[in-house]
């Protein structure tokens, strides 16, 4: 049988270039594949997190009037069981979702809220829900997840697009 290295010690040397291309070539190699986030300054994510606290208090209150500041009036919602929504119609939806009795109320599951700065616009926030309410004596719970553009203008902040899937 015929071996790739004549002898042992071509053998070695071969071994050793190979560890020697690995040890010195591999970090590049990994460093190749980092992928490149952007990180998140803290001041934002409080933000962002403050924001969807006060927009669902407001949601799960049932006040129309103070949930509707969030939202620009050039909102699009895209649903993945309902396609694209624009403002007029959500906020219809809304109204009388808030007339029903079962009384529904959102909640964001810890852990699952991320923000990621947009340039010069604002921020995307992403994250799961939790939605409840009492139906015929039981409680409904539905879990889904949801992609939201925030717009900062001046020291506004306003919800401009909204991804809600996982249905």
């Known amino acids: 049988m ?15 270039g190979v560890f020697i291309l690995v040890f010195l070539c591999g970090p590049i190699i990994l460093n190749a594949k980092e992928k490149k986030i952007a990180t998140t300054p803290p001041e934002l994510y409080r933000e962002i997190a403050m924001q969807d606290s006060l927009m669902f208090a407001a949601f799960n209150r049932q006040d129309l009037t103070t949930f509707k500041t969030f939202f620009s009036t050039d909102l699009e919602w895209f649903q993945d069981n309902g396609g694209l929504i624009q403002y007029d119609s ?62 900062k203008l001046a020291d506004k902040w306003q919800i401009t697009r909204v991804v809600s899937y996982d249905h």
């Open 90 to 151: 959500v906020f219809y939806n809304f109204e009388n979702n808030f007339k029903r009795p079962e009384k529904l109320t959102r909640k964001l599951v810890k852990g699952t809220l991320e923000v990621h700065p947009i340039k010069k616009y604002g921020a995307i926030e992403i994250g799961t829900h939790q939605f409840r309410h009492i139906e015929n004596g039981r409680e409904e719970t539905g879990t889904f997840k949801f992609l939201m553009i925030w717009r």
């Open 2 to 16: 015929r071996y790739f290295f004549a002898d042992v010690n071509s053998y070695c040397r071969g071994l050793a």
